[in-house]
């Protein structure tokens, strides 16, 4: 049985905000995009793991605002309701601005939703990440080459410059707790957000490469 039949049958064990974002999913891209419609995309995940994210923005090049943010993804019921809710997230008001939503945070996202079962919060990853990966898309086109931070450089820990692909190299060399990844990456957990963060890409990455 797959997860999406899974949702369907079993007990619903997601909030009430989740249950409205995957029945009633926003900003979903529901045919062909046209090269108009857009002026970056980002993806993130795999099919091969399960989950692919695409998404598609429009920024107003004058304040580099997130006017429009469509999206795709073929996963379940979490990843499904994240992404509705990051594009709602990145374009309510008038819209974040590039800065704005390289730091919206799988936290942010999950606080939104009212909560995920633990073993969903990688889902939530995933929507960030395409998100950050739009963002240096419309860098790239805009030729702004210099705004551009690659999704692996990304820095979780200021002080130690711990960044997730060292948390992800951390757990891919055999580091199964949050605790082995502190030891062999020396991240500061006692920053409750650096712990934070450190927590949850530990879990996606165990999921991950289990």
Same mark, same amino acid.
């Given at each position: 049985?797959?997860?999406?039949?899974?949702?369907?049958f079993?007990?619903?064990?997601?909030s009430d905000i989740?249950?409205?974002h995957?029945?009633?999913?926003?900003?979903?891209?529901?045919h062909?995009?046209?090269?108009?419609?857009?002026n970056?995309?980002?993806?993130?995940?795999s099919?091969? &793991?399960?989950?692919?994210?695409r998404?598609?923005?429009?920024?107003?090049? #004058?304040?580099?605002? /997130?006017?429009?943010?469509?999206?795709?993804?073929?996963?379940c019921?979490?990843?499904?309701?994240?992404?509705?809710?990051?594009?709602?997230?990145a374009?309510?008001e008038?819209?974040?601005?590039?800065?704005?939503?390289?730091?919206?945070t799988?936290?942010?996202?999950?606080?939104?939703l009212g909560?995920?079962?633990?073993?969903? /919060?990688? &889902?939530?990853?995933l929507?960030?990440k395409?998100?950050?990966?739009?963002?240096? #898309?419309?860098?790239?086109? !805009?030729?702004?080459?210099?705004k551009?931070?690659?999704?692996?450089?990304?820095?979780?820990?200021?002080?130690?410059?711990? !960044?997730?692909? #060292?948390?992800?190299?951390?757990?891919?060399?055999?580091?199964?707790? /949050?605790?082995?990844?502190?030891?062999?990456?020396?991240?500061?957990l006692?920053d409750?957000?650096?712990?934070?963060?450190?927590?949850?890409?530990?879990?996606?990455?165990?999921?991950?490469?289990?």
């Open positions: 049985m797959t997860d999406l039949e899974q949702d369907n079993q007990p619903w064990f997601y989740v249950r409205e995957f029945f009633h999913p926003q900003n979903f891209l529901d062909e995009i046209k090269i108009d419609e857009y970056a995309m980002g993806r993130a995940g099919p091969a &793991c399960g989950d692919e994210l998404v598609w923005l429009w920024v107003d090049g #004058d304040d580099e605002r /997130i006017k429009k943010f469509y999206w795709q993804t073929f996963g019921a979490s990843a499904i309701a994240a992404t509705s809710m990051t594009s709602v997230i374009t309510q008038n819209g974040m601005t590039l800065g704005e939503a390289r730091c919206l799988p936290r942010q996202i999950m606080e939104s909560g995920l079962p633990t073993r969903k /919060i990688h &889902c939530s990853v929507s960030d395409a998100l950050r990966d739009a963002v240096n #898309d419309y860098y790239r086109r !805009t030729q702004q080459f210099d551009i931070e690659p999704e692996a450089t990304r820095v979780i820990d200021p002080i130690a410059r711990v !960044t997730d692909k #060292d948390i992800e190299e951390a757990v891919l060399s055999g580091a199964k707790s /949050i605790d082995e990844v502190a030891q062999k990456t020396k991240v500061h006692s409750p957000r650096v712990g934070q963060e450190v927590a949850q890409l530990v879990r996606f990455y165990l999921e991950k490469y289990q």
